[in-house]
């Protein structure tokens, strides 16, 4: 589905097999009169019921529908009269009955909607037909709505059943988006739409349609993306309007302040709207009341009303609202952190005057929740009301975030100005920063007081400059510090740089003192930090991959994305959704890897400002290289080439190990065990041994354990980590064509996590005992290399193969098999091998009759079989 496609207006039915079932297995029971299906509006009855009526057509039940309505409801039968045969208006119950009475034929199904709308005499015959003749009745009934006693009476008695109809679940929202769009949704915007929704379908469907025409809803490298805010369109607020059906005007008061801010303490709203209010509410089912620490808080039932709400509230009514929320919170004891916030903000939207405290501690929250737009405005708000050097520094650090270092070093005060230390202390920090990311907007003057403070982000800037060991030299003294030598987050600069180096150099154990060092900080200073402890657990992350140990990373990174989708903010999902995609790639868990790497670039446009796109689009080159696509991954190397590159050298390694698996998708392994040792030897100069055995257990991979082993076997004793000792093995084995060294390796990697690489070592020692004639063993290293290849799911690698068809092909016919088999026309494969088209279809002929194949496709599936 393209951009600018629409849902179709029937979404798939989803979640609703129990209820369905049991409308149509009691159709077949004689002794069930009928079904009664309750639910709040938009949940979906009128749908359930609608394909029901189609099932019992077709299994030749006569089926006949009707629909209550307030109009029709003033007049004796007026849902009913088009189902009575021509004749005399007053014998119209008695012909209904005869006709749904008469004997003989499959039992007759009578389908009302909306039957609490009926009027009485409507009712009665309904109950007469279900307790009197053979008609099989169901009916509809609006939760919280009075039904006439009648109908109620059909389910009380036992004659029907009664079937609760609720929200959708998370997952059958998700499945309902992605089957009705075509296509997958960003974490971001599944919980988005989820949240918005909070299960009801037709709001749901409503939300997309509005979201669709309003452009906020569109496709995003294949991914549906929902970005800004929705667009109120006149159908999305009938629709709620409809839905909350509201005539009570103190009850709407409550709805309109929830529809400003939510979720608000009960006290804060009853302080606005009266107690009596907001219980009459809760009661109609549209506002909800859960505990939160202390706290009673108040919020919409369904929070997409609050859109439409305030798009159809009068403008003084909106502020004010905004006036007494600010009156009230301001009276409120802050507790919380977000307290002040919540306080700048109310007094900004009503206009209202605030104290330079209030609008300095509003930014900086707004601003350590990654609202960065709010945290602009109150900074500027600040300065304009005389905030002076701490506005300034505010201001600067929120455009330093963003990535707009130019305007960050026009705002950032003099060295003299900053007069305490705490302000000496964040302008070093941030001169430090804007003089790293964009040189020619950097200060003059050189390190002003804090250079402590500095040294702390300096600590990261060698260590991109590729200087390991003195990132680990400085971060490690400045953490030795006695506390309060150094500003809280100076701390966390030093200990998350020191984790990366760690990790690099495969010490663990300074990983995770490193580790503790900031989460302890983090966690002291949460309330003015509260993303410190989410940015110490991602360089963790970070620094257990570099270390080679995949499955740590794996537990902690999976932890940590559940978390982040929760909080909603796209930043920070989209980073731990990039270190989801890295570790999935490192263990060769490819189509994890490829959609957790896609969703990162798409969360993360346009928020960026430490240029990780570009690391991020690399390993999206690998994961499909991985996978044995050459189209995808030349797609994605195009457009890692066209990205922003980091400042620094320390990435290039990991990079160019990436370009080397886009050299294996093109089937040119000599250049891809080039590039990956060049990758080793870039790593090796930085000081990296870690990041060095990687690049060359890659090289390895692509057919060059000669040229890797011996280093490999140096690293094993001079940074003896498990993963070192297993990459040295796994040479020394290739190396020597050992095929049982191979399956010990096999087994090996794939308890650290390197599944893929355990997977192409067991594939072959498969390859090596089949021409041995060691029947026996390689059926069991084949085993072991499918069981490994299952859990990496699609991998395909030219040492993961085990179709042993391809093994008679030489080396020009292989290289062109597998590139026409990842999609490439003839004419593309020409090009790229600078041969001409009648060389291209010369080989692929000759591979066609080896293979016993014809056709792409066949060709494809051979290549990638699983099977010997």
Not at 524 to 535: D, F, G, I
Not at 699 to 704: I, L, Q
């Given at each position: 589905?393209?951009?600018?496609?629409?849902?179709?207006?029937?979404?798939?039915?989803?979640?609703?097999?129990?209820?369905?079932?049991?409308?149509?297995?009691?159709?077949?029971?004689?002794?069930?009169?009928?079904?009664?299906?309750?639910?709040?509006?938009?949940?979906?009855?009128t749908?359930?019921?609608?394909?029901?009526?189609?099932?019992?057509?077709?299994?030749g039940?006569?089926?006949?529908?009707?629909?209550g309505?307030?109009?029709?409801?003033?007049?004796?039968?007026?849902?009913?009269?088009?189902?009575?045969?021509?004749?005399?208006?007053?014998?119209?119950?008695?012909?209904?009955?005869?006709?749904?009475?008469?004997?003989?034929?499959?039992?007759?199904?009578?389908?009302?909607?909306?039957?609490?709308?009926?009027d009485?005499?409507?009712?009665?015959?309904?109950?007469?037909?279900?307790?009197?003749?053979?008609?099989?009745?169901?009916?509809?009934?609006?939760?919280?709505?009075?039904?006439?006693?009648?109908?109620?009476?059909?389910?009380?008695?036992?004659?029907?059943?009664?079937?609760?109809?609720?929200?959708?679940?998370?997952?059958?929202?998700?499945?309902?988006l992605?089957?009705?769009?075509?296509?997958?949704?960003?974490?971001?915007?599944?919980?988005?739409?989820?949240?918005l929704?909070?299960?009801?379908?037709?709001?749901?469907?409503?939300?997309?349609?509005?979201?669709?025409?309003?452009?906020?809803?569109?496709?995003?490298?294949?991914?549906?993306?929902?970005?800004?805010?929705?667009?109120?369109?006149?159908?999305?607020?009938?629709?709620?309007?409809?839905?909350?059906?509201?005539?009570?005007?103190?009850?709407?008061?409550?709805?309109?302040?929830?529809?400003?801010?939510?979720?608000?303490?009960?006290?804060?709203?009853?302080?606005?709207?009266?107690?009596?209010?907001?219980?009459?509410?809760?009661?109609?089912?549209?506002?909800?009341?859960?505990?939160?620490?202390?706290?009673?808080?108040?919020?919409?039932?369904?929070?997409?009303?609050?859109?439409?709400?305030?798009?159809?509230?009068?403008?003084?009514?909106?502020?004010?609202?905004?006036?007494?929320?600010?009156?009230?919170?301001?009276?409120?004891?802050?507790?919380?952190?977000?307290?002040?916030?919540?306080?700048?903000?109310?007094?900004?939207?009503?206009?209202?005057?605030?104290?330079?405290?209030?609008?300095?501690?509003?930014?900086?929250?707004?601003?350590?929740?990654?609202?960065?737009?709010?945290?602009?405005?109150?900074?500027?708000?600040?300065?304009?009301?005389?905030?002076?050097?701490?506005?300034?520094?505010?201001?600067?650090?929120?455009?330093?975030?963003?990535?707009?270092?130019?305007?960050?070093?026009?705002?950032?005060?003099?060295?003299?100005?900053?007069?305490?230390?705490?302000?000496?202390?964040?302008?070093a920090?941030?001169?430090?920063?804007?003089?790293?990311?964009?040189?020619?907007?950097?200060?003059?003057?050189?390190?002003?007081?804090?250079?402590?403070a500095?040294?702390?982000?300096?600590?990261?800037?060698?260590?991109?400059?590729?200087?390991?060991?003195?990132?680990?030299?400085?971060?490690?003294?400045?953490?030795?510090?006695?506390?309060?030598?150094?500003?809280?987050?100076?701390?966390?600069?030093?200990?998350?740089?020191?984790?990366?180096?760690?990790?690099?150099?495969?010490?663990?154990?300074?990983?995770?003192?490193?580790?503790?060092?900031?989460?302890?900080?983090?966690?002291?200073?949460r309330?003015?930090?509260?993303?410190?402890?989410?940015?110490?657990?991602?360089?963790?992350?970070?620094?257990?991959?570099?270390?080679g140990a995949?499955?740590?990373?794996?537990?902690?990174?999976?932890?940590?994305?559940?978390?982040?989708?929760?909080?909603?903010?796209?930043?920070?999902?989209?980073?731990w959704?990039?270190?989801?995609?890295?570790?999935?790639?490192?263990?060769?868990?490819?189509?994890?890897?490829?959609?957790?790497?896609r969703?990162?670039?798409?969360?993360?446009?346009?928020?960026?400002?430490?240029?990780?796109?570009?690391?991020?689009?690399?390993?999206?080159?690998g994961?499909?290289?991985?996978?044995?696509?050459?189209?995808?991954?030349?797609?994605w190397?195009?457009?890692?080439?066209?990205?922003?590159?980091?400042?620094?050298?320390?990435?290039?390694?990991?990079?160019?190990?990436?370009?080397?698996?886009?050299?294996?998708?093109?089937?040119?392994?000599?250049?891809?065990?080039?590039r990956?040792?060049?990758?080793?030897?870039?790593?090796?100069?930085?000081?990296?041994?870690?990041?060095?055995?990687?690049?060359?257990?890659?090289?390895?991979?692509?057919?060059?354990?000669?040229?890797?082993?011996?280093?490999?076997?140096?690293l094993?004793?001079?940074?003896?980590?498990p993963?070192?000792?297993?990459?040295?093995?796994?040479?020394?084995?290739?190396?020597?064509?050992?095929?049982?060294?191979?399956?010990?390796?096999a087994?090996?990697?794939?308890?650290?996590?390197?599944?893929?690489?355990?997977?192409?070592?067991?594939?072959?020692?498969?390859?090596?005992?089949?021409?041995?004639?060691?029947?026996?063993?390689?059926t069991?290293?084949?085993?072991?290399?499918?069981?490994?290849?299952?859990?990496?799911?699609?991998?395909r690698?030219p040492?993961?193969?085990?179709s042993?068809?391809d093994?008679?092909?030489?080396?020009?016919?292989?290289?062109?098999?597998?590139?026409?088999?990842?999609?490439?026309?003839?004419?593309?494969?020409?090009?790229?091998?600078?041969?001409?088209?009648?060389?291209?279809?010369?080989?692929?002929?000759?591979?066609?009759?080896?293979?016993?194949?014809?056709?792409?496709?066949?060709?494809?599936?051979?290549?990638?079989?699983?099977?010997?």
């Amino acid at each position: 589905m393209g951009p600018d496609a629409r849902p179709t207006r029937s979404w798939p039915l989803v979640g609703r097999a129990a209820a369905l079932g049991v409308i149509t297995e009691s159709a077949a029971q004689p002794d069930v009169e009928g079904v009664v299906v309750v639910g709040p509006p938009g949940v979906g009855r009128t749908r359930l019921v609608k394909e029901a009526a189609t099932r019992l057509t077709a299994e030749g039940h006569p089926v006949a529908s009707a629909t209550g309505t307030r109009a029709a409801g003033t007049i004796p039968l007026g849902a009913l009269l088009h189902l009575a045969p021509p004749g005399d208006a007053l014998g119209t119950f008695a012909r209904i009955v005869a006709r749904f009475g008469a004997p003989g034929g499959r039992r007759p199904v009578l389908v009302v909607d909306d039957a609490h709308l009926l009027d009485s005499a409507s009712a009665a015959l309904v109950f007469q037909l279900a307790v009197h003749t053979r008609t099989f009745v169901v009916l509809t009934v609006r939760q919280g709505q009075t039904a006439p006693d009648v109908v109620t009476a059909l389910w009380k008695e036992g004659a029907a059943r009664r079937v609760e109809l609720g929200p959708l679940g998370d997952d059958e929202v998700d499945t309902v988006l992605e089957r009705g769009l075509g296509g997958p949704l960003d974490a971001v915007t599944r919980r988005s739409l989820r949240r918005l929704s909070a299960g009801n379908p037709l709001v749901l469907y409503e939300l997309v349609q509005s979201a669709l025409e309003g452009g906020s809803l569109r496709t995003v490298d294949g991914l549906w993306h929902l970005e800004g805010n929705l667009r109120v369109t006149g159908r999305l607020g009938d629709l709620v309007e409809a839905q909350m059906d509201v005539d009570d005007a103190a009850v709407l008061s409550v709805l309109e302040v929830l529809a400003c801010k939510e979720p608000l303490s009960q006290p804060v709203v009853e302080s606005i709207t009266g107690h009596a209010a907001v219980v009459e509410a809760e009661r109609r089912g549209l506002v909800l009341l859960e505990r939160s620490g202390q706290r009673i808080q108040t919020r919409l039932a369904i929070p997409a009303y609050a859109g439409v709400i305030r798009a159809r509230m009068p403008r003084a009514r909106h502020r004010a609202i905004w006036e007494s929320l600010a009156e009230s919170l301001a009276k409120t004891p802050r507790r919380r952190a977000d307290d002040a916030l919540e306080l700048a903000v109310s007094r900004q939207r009503a206009g209202l005057g605030s104290s330079v405290g209030e609008l300095l501690a509003g930014a900086r929250q707004a601003a350590e929740h990654l609202e960065f737009d709010m945290a602009e405005r109150l900074a500027m708000a600040t300065r304009e009301a005389g905030g002076g050097v701490d506005a300034d520094l505010t201001l600067a650090e929120v455009l330093a975030w963003q990535g707009r270092y130019e305007a960050a070093a026009g705002i950032l005060p003099e060295p003299e100005d900053c007069a305490d230390e705490e302000s000496s202390d964040r302008r070093a920090m941030l001169q430090e920063r804007i003089d790293y990311w964009h040189r020619e907007a950097a200060p003059a003057g050189g390190h002003p007081p804090g250079e402590r403070a500095a040294e702390a982000v300096s600590t990261w800037i060698v260590l991109l400059e590729g200087d390991v060991a003195r990132s680990i030299a400085v971060g490690g003294a400045l953490l030795a510090l006695p506390e309060p030598e150094l500003p809280p987050r100076a701390v966390t600069w030093a200990a998350t740089a020191v984790m990366v180096a760690a990790g690099l150099t495969g010490d663990r154990r300074l990983v995770d003192q490193a580790a503790a060092t900031g989460l302890h900080v983090a966690v002291e200073y949460r309330n003015t930090l509260p993303r410190a402890q989410a940015q110490v657990r991602t360089v963790r992350c970070v620094a257990l991959v570099l270390a080679g140990a995949l499955l740590d990373a794996a537990a902690a990174v999976e932890a940590g994305y559940q978390e982040a989708v929760r909080t909603q903010l796209p930043q920070t999902v989209g980073v731990w959704t990039g270190l989801r995609g890295i570790v999935a790639k490192a263990q060769g868990r490819v189509t994890l890897a490829q959609q957790a790497l896609r969703e990162s670039i798409v969360l993360l446009e346009g928020h960026d400002p430490l240029r990780l796109q570009r690391l991020y689009l690399s390993e999206l080159v690998g994961a499909h290289a991985m996978a044995g696509d050459t189209a995808g991954a030349d797609h994605w190397l195009a457009r890692m080439e066209e990205t922003p590159a980091p400042p620094g050298a320390l990435v290039d390694p990991w990079i160019n190990r990436n370009r080397a698996w886009a050299a294996v998708a093109a089937s040119d392994l000599p250049l891809a065990a080039e590039r990956a040792l060049t990758a080793a030897k870039e790593a090796r100069r930085a000081g990296a041994p870690l990041l060095e055995a990687h690049a060359l257990a890659d090289a390895c991979r692509m057919g060059a354990a000669g040229a890797a082993r011996d280093r490999l076997a140096e690293l094993s004793v001079s940074t003896p980590t498990p993963v070192t000792r297993a990459f040295a093995a796994m040479a020394a084995a290739h190396t020597a064509e050992d095929p049982d060294l191979l399956l010990e390796s096999a087994g090996t990697l794939a308890r650290l996590g390197h599944t893929l690489a355990g997977a192409e070592c067991a594939a072959t020692s498969y390859r090596l005992l089949v021409a041995a004639g060691r029947r026996t063993a390689a059926t069991s290293a084949q085993t072991l290399a499918r069981e490994l290849l299952t859990d990496c799911g699609g991998a395909r690698t030219p040492q993961s193969d085990l179709s042993g068809g391809d093994s008679t092909l030489t080396p020009r016919e292989l290289q062109i098999a597998k590139l026409v088999a990842s999609g490439l026309s003839g004419r593309a494969v020409a090009d790229r091998l600078d041969l001409s088209l009648r060389t291209v279809n010369n080989h692929l002929g000759r591979v066609y009759t080896k293979l016993g194949v014809s056709g792409r496709q066949a060709l494809a599936q051979v290549l990638g079989s699983a099977d010997p």
